[in-house]
C-alpha cells in the first residue's frame, strides 16, 4: 500500500492511500464467499450460490462490503505507520476504484499539533496575598446584618436617600430619531403599544446600587399616594438594548415607602445566623476564617490563571478545529447550565446563540492551547495519574455534588469521562510542578470583597 501525507492548515493533513488490485481482489473473495452464504438467488440452493454469481447480482452490496472492511483496517495501518496523533473522525474526501481493481482514497484527518514547548522552569510569577483586616470582617458583618434587616413601611415623613420606595411605573419611548441606514429594511412603524412600559410594585433603592440618578431624584422627598413625572436618557451602552441610547418618559405612582431597620450586631443577632455560634465575636471570627480562606482559595486560581496565561503566550501553535468546537460547545453548555441554576428558561432569553457560542472561540483555542501545552510538559517530566489520583477526584466530586463515589464513577465510566479525569489530575500535576520551579514574587492586597464570602452558612 502507498501513502502519501500532505499538510493543510490548522493541523490538518491529507492522506492518500493506493491500495493494490490484488489486496482489494482477495478481499472482495473473502466477501463474496460469506456473502454467497447468506443470499437467496432463484435457481440455486441457500448456502451454495457460486462466487461468480454474488459478484454479478450483488456488485454495489459487495464493493459497500468490501470498503466498509478494508477502509479502516488500511488508515489504521496508514495512521500507525504514519506515525499521526489523530483527533476525531477521519472524513473521506476521495474515492475512486482502478481498472485493476485498486483503490485510490483520500482522507482528511485532524492531528495532534507539532511543536517544541518553551522553557517552562523558573517563570517570573506573582502570588497576590489577600490579608483579611477588621474593617473587611466589620463590612462583611454589616452585609449579613442588610440581608437580615426588617422593612418597616414609613407614614410620619417623605422618602429619602436609603429608602425603598414601591411604584406602580408607565412610561414611553420616544421614537428613535437617527434616520434607517440605505437600503435596509425598517418593517413596519413601531405602535403605541410597542413605545409603552408598564411595570407594577417596583421597589426602588432610593440611592441604591445600579439605581439610576433620574429615579432617585425624581422619588426622593415623596409620600404614598404622590405621581412623579421625570424622563431618564440612557447611555448609548445600557443593557437591555432596547433602552440603549433613548430617552423614556415615565410617571411613577408611589404606592408604599419602607425603611431598612438593620439588627444591632450583638450576641442575640449571631445566634440568628446559626446555632453553632454563641457571640457575636464567634460570629466575627467565622467570617474571618471564611474571608480567609477565599483569599486563599482566590490567590491560588489567580497565580494559576496567570501562569496558564503566560504559558499559553510563549507557546505559539495551531490547535486542531475539531477540539477548539468541542471546547466552544463545553463553555456554552456551561454557561446555560448556570442560566438555568439562577431559576432562567434559556429558552426563553432572546439570545443569538450562534453568536454567543462564536464569541467563544478564541478563548478556547487559548484553553485548548493550554491543554496540549501542560500535556507536552507531562509528558517530558514523565507525569502521570495514578489510579489513587483518580479515586481523590471521584470523592471529591462525590462530596461536592452530594452523589455517592459509585454512582460518579459508573457516570464518568458510560460517558468515557474517566480518561478526561486521568487528563485533569495530570496537567494539574504539571502545572503544580512549573509553580514550584517558579521565580515567585508575593504581592499583599489589603481586604477582600465581602461579597465573594457565604457569611455565617456554609462553605
Known sequence: MNITVTDEQHCKKKLRLEIPGDIVRVET???????????????????????????????????DEVLSHLLPHSLGD????????????????????????????????????????????????????????????????????????????????PSQQGDLVSINLSGDFEPRSEPAEAGADEGPPPTKEDLA?????????????????????????????????????????YKPDQYAGRSVNYTAEVTGIRVKELPAADDEFA??????????????????????HEGEHRSDAELRSALMEQL?????????????????DSRLNTFVRQLAGQGMDPRSLKIDWDELRESQRERAEREVR???????????????????????????????????????????TKEGSLDSIKEQVRNRKALDLIIASADTRIEEIAGLSSEEVTAGGGE
Open 197 to 237: 412600559i408598564k411595570q407594577q410594585d417596583i421597589q426602588i433603592e432610593l440611592g441604591g446600587k445600579g439605581v439610576l440618578k433620574e429615579f432617585t431624584e425624581a422619588l426622593t422627598d415623596t409620600k404614598s399616594g404622590d405621581r412623579r413625572d421625570f424622563e431618564v436618557k440612557y447611555p448609548d451602552d
Open 370 to 412: 493550554g491543554s496540549f501545552v501542560l500535556d507536552r510538559i507531562a509528558e517530558a517530566e514523565k507525569i502521570e495519574a495514578a489510579d489513587a489520583d483518580v479515586d481523590q477526584e471521584i470523592s471529591q466530586l462525590a462530596e461536592r455534588s452530594g452523589v455517592a463515589q459509585d454512582v460518579i464513577r459508573a457516570r464518568l
Open 29 to 63: 473473495d473473502k466477501m463474496a464467499t460469506k456473502l454467497a452464504r447468506q443470499v437467496n438467488v432463484p435457481g440455486f440452493r441457500r448456502g451454495h450460490v457460486p462466487s461468480s454469481v454474488v459478484k454479478t447480482r450483488f456488485r454495489k452490496e459487495l464493493r
Open 78 to 157: 496508514a495512521i500507525k505507520e504514519k506515525d499521526l496523533k489523530v483527533i476525531g473522525e477521519p472524513a473521506v474526501d476521495d474515492l475512486k476504484f482502478g481498472d485493476d481493481e485498486s483503490i485510490d482514497v483520500t482522507f482528511s484527518v485532524e492531528v495532534a499539533p507539532e511543536f517544541e514547548v518553551s522553557n517552562y522552569k523558573s517563570l517570573p510569577l506573582i502570588r497576590k496575598v489577600y490579608k483579611i483586616r477588621d474593617e473587611d470582617v466589620e463590612r462583611t458583618l454589616d452585609d449579613l446584618r442588610e440581608r437580615n434587616a426588617e422593612l418597616v413601611p414609613v407614614e410620619d415623613r
Open 271 to 292: 445566634q440568628g445566623i446559626g446555632e453553632q455560634f454563641k457571640t457575636i465575636d464567634e460570629l466575627r471570627a467565622d467570617i474571618r476564617q471564611k474571608m480567609e
Open 312 to 328: 499559553v503566550d510563549r507557546n505559539r501553535f495551531e490547535v486542531p478545529d475539531y477540539i477548539v468546537e468541542k471546547q466552544m
